[in-house]
T-cell receptor, first 113, second 119 residues
Framework: GQNIDQPTEMTATEGAIVQINCTYQ??????LFWYQQHAGEAPTFLSY????GLEEKGRFSSFLSRSKGYSYLLLKELQMKDSASYLC??????????????FGGGTRVLVKP | GAVVSQHPSRVICKSGTSVKIECRSL??????MFWYRQFPKQSLMLMAT?????????EQGVEKDKFLINHASLTLSTLTVTSAHPEDSSFYIC???????????????FGSGTQLSVL
């Protein structure tokens, strides 16, 4: 099985930076995903990491350290519309053929003016 | 990008009735679709993996006789909540991926979700 941990809630100010951490334990790691989900809506894909290092995509960046079982999602220049839940999801090597993901509990980010 | 259509978006039903939710991949073929359930302020919990042409694989603790899954074609999977009860009230989301080779960065595309309320 897999165990994925991320903080429940975070609050930040518009224009600031917020870092959402995710730690995981898996028997055979094969990729980590970050999704954004607004209340009552479907999750939307943000990023994918399978090798160590930083992946940058506009205001969002995601980092992975496989040896530490650790990832973070960095949101820069926060905007009010970034208020949402951010889901960390891990794919296990044994489940790669089916692209099955296991999700963490999600981190609710509240951006204040 | 790939689109997954799910409907209905919202359904209210009486206790004891059955509800069917449809999930369609509109512009790609999905041999595998996934059904998730999400309670308020919680994350997605995988219920089952739907495989085209074969029986679904259910996660531990999910009753297969209560949550019937049919994946009759490469573009359609259905979830039927049988004899629904108030505790089944939840947000149900389907997902599918456009897979050519396994293990890559294939993104899961999610349907828009179905909010089920059982009275």
């Amino acid at each position: 099985g897999q165990n994925i941990d991320q903080p429940t809630e975070m609050t930040a100010t518009e224009g600031a930076i917020v870092q959402i951490n995710c730690t995981y334990q898996t028997s055979g790691f094969n990729g980590l995903f970050w999704y954004q989900q607004h209340a009552g809506e479907a999750p939307t894909f943000l990023s994918y990491n399978v090798l160590d290092g930083l992946e940058e995509k506009g205001r969002f960046s995601s980092f992975l350290s496989r040896s530490k079982g650790y990832s973070y999602l960095l949101l820069k220049e926060l905007q009010m519309k970034d208020s949402a839940s951010y889901l960390c999801a891990v794919r296990d090597l044994s489940e790669a053929a089916g692209n099955k993901l296991t999700f963490g509990g999600g981190t609710r980010v509240l951006v204040k003016p | 990008g790939a689109v997954v259509s799910q409907h209905p978006s919202r359904v209210i039903c009486k206790s004891g009735t059955s509800v069917k939710i449809e999930c369609r991949s509109l512009d790609f073929q999905a041999t595998t679709m996934f059904w998730y359930r999400q309670f308020p302020k919680q994350s997605l919990m995988l219920m089952a993996t739907s495989n085209e042409g074969s029986k679904a694989t259910y996660e531990q603790g999910v009753e297969k006789d209560k949550f019937l899954i049919n994946h009759a074609s490469l573009t359609l999977s259905t979830l039927t909540v049988t004899s629904a009860h108030p505790e089944d009230s939840s947000f149900y989301i389907c997902s599918a991926s456009e897979i050519s080779t396994a293990g890559g960065n294939e993104k899961l595309f999610f349907g828009s979700g179905t909010q089920l309320s059982v009275l």
